[in-house]
């Protein structure tokens, strides 16, 4: 009893410069039975990992992967798997950071080091955020195009309007967002579930494509989109984002309540990230079953793949679906992606904004670019910038990675629920293969 006492002494020994818990207007407002029930409780947790897994099929996600299919096949199925796999180590230590600690990992950051060093990772935290923001702009945009020829121009301005969507759902609670979001990565389900139907992909190749191959690394464009599918499948602002949420769970704070709380949010999270795996892999199939197999190895961008898709498949409904579903996964990443920002603000600068105006500076940053490259490039800028947004997200990625597997193996923050040695290990070896692959990425930059 008394080694227990000691323990959770040990997790709230932070520098607490923080005044208030993250995201204060929800916090602890998801009631969670007390009763035992597995299914009951398993309820009360599902939610979070449905947020954090949108981060991980954002429109980033299907440039990188209709590139990757169209080019290299299945090849790189094997890389969407491994990322996938990291993914789910990391959203559970960002989880147990949020959850023993009561800390996201941008108040932790800004406990534990100088003002300067918290400085600089917020202000690259808010790159990666304008980056993804930027990734949801040009998906809403081409879906719009798409669906109701809307132009691309036109398209970026009309996409601030979702400022007052999200408004009005964090008005209704947390529950309601949660809500929205199912039934749109519900949509997408549907959508690609017709996708790969229609374009009758091998089965042998696909359960090939998931073995590592060593050509992924010796082929330099295959080894650069492999780097990109890394930055759009593990987000950085992810772990920001699961860190906080998490704790809208009314569960006791105590030991045994947060042993609890990790359990049931480590398989909701593990269960939705594995809803994600299913549609990176889809995109990805159904490039390869399409464009790669028809001699499309070119396609590189969402626009040329929905143009393609309805005349080598024969029906009309693959790119009205394909257009629906992109539609849908820009929108999710614009919630999420709202709450990451006040997240990262709050946590790292301790200062407190409206969301609507926190909204409306992240999305003016992002904006300002996105307009430029449509009026001057057009739709091929649009498709670029896409990608390039994504190769933000891996550089930035080392930043959000290392202080997270630091703080989560470090006995005197977590006290008796420090990761085990065989997760540290673990942990540092996933941080080592991100921190190494972008070290090879801004060399290939530099060098061409």
């Given amino acids: 009893m008394l080694k227990k006492k000691r323990d959770l002494m040990k997790v709230k020994g932070w520098r607490k410069e923080n005044k208030y818990p993250s995201l204060s207007e929800v916090f602890s407002s998801v009631s969670v039975p007390k009763q035992k029930g597995i299914w009951k409780k398993l309820f009360a947790f599902t939610g979070p990992g449905l947020l954090i897994a949108v981060g991980y099929m954002d429109p980033g996600n299907w440039a990188t992967d209709i590139s990757g299919g169209a080019k290299f096949g299945y090849m790189l199925l094997s890389v969407i798997f491994i990322s996938n796999f990291f993914a789910i180590i990391l959203q559970h230590l960002a989880l147990k950071l949020g959850i023993v600690c009561e800390r996201d990992l941008a108040q932790a950051c800004r406990d534990h080091y100088s003002p300067l060093i918290s400085f600089m990772l917020w202000i690259l935290c808010e790159v990666a955020i304008a980056a993804c923001d930027l990734a949801e702009i040009i998906g809403s945009v081409l879906a719009l195009k798409l669906l109701i020829g809307i132009p691309i121009t036109w398209g970026v301005l009309i996409t601030i309007i979702d400022v007052l969507l999200i408004l009005f759902f964090q008005y209704k609670g947390f529950r309601y967002i949660e809500s929205v979001v199912a039934i749109l990565i519900f949509t997408i389900i549907v959508c690609f579930s017709f996708e790969i139907i229609s374009s009758k992909p091998e089965f042998i190749p696909i359960i090939k494509g998931i073995i590592p191959n060593p050509e992924i690394i010796k082929n330099s464009h295959s080894f650069y989109i492999s780097i990109g599918i890394l930055g759009a499948t593990v987000m950085p602002h992810n772990l920001y984002l699961h860190s906080s949420i998490i704790q809208t769970r009314n569960y006791p704070r105590t030991i045994e309540g947060k042993k609890m709380a990790i359990k049931y949010a480590t398989i909701d999270s593990t269960l939705s990230l594995s809803l994600a795996f299913f549609i990176n892999a889809a995109i990805l ?130 006290g008796s629920f420090v990761n085990s040695l065989f997760l540290k290990i673990l942990a540092w070896i996933i941080t080592f293969i991100v921190v190494l692959l972008n070290f090879f990425l801004l060399y290939d930059i530099i060098k061409n």
Avoid: C
């Fill in 285 to 414: 199939i159904v490039s390869a079953a399409t464009f790669h197999k028809a001699g499309h190895t070119e396609v590189a961008n969402i626009m040329d793949a929905h143009k393609l898709l309805t005349p080598i498949l024969g029906s009309s409904l693959a790119g009205v679906f394909f257009a629906l579903a992109l539609l849908a996964s820009g929108q999710n990443s614009t919630l999420t992606g709202t709450l990451a920002g006040q997240i990262v603000m709050e946590g790292f600068l301790n200062i407190r904004l409206k969301p609507w105006i926190r909204r409306l500076i992240t999305r003016l940053i992002a904006i300002i670019p996105a307009m430029i490259v449509s009026i001057i490039y057009g739709e091929k800028g649009t498709a670029e910038l896409l990608i390039i947004s994504q190769i933000i997200l891996s550089i930035q990625l080392s930043f959000a990675i290392i202080p997270l597997v630091n703080f989560t193996g470090d006995y005197e923050k977590m």
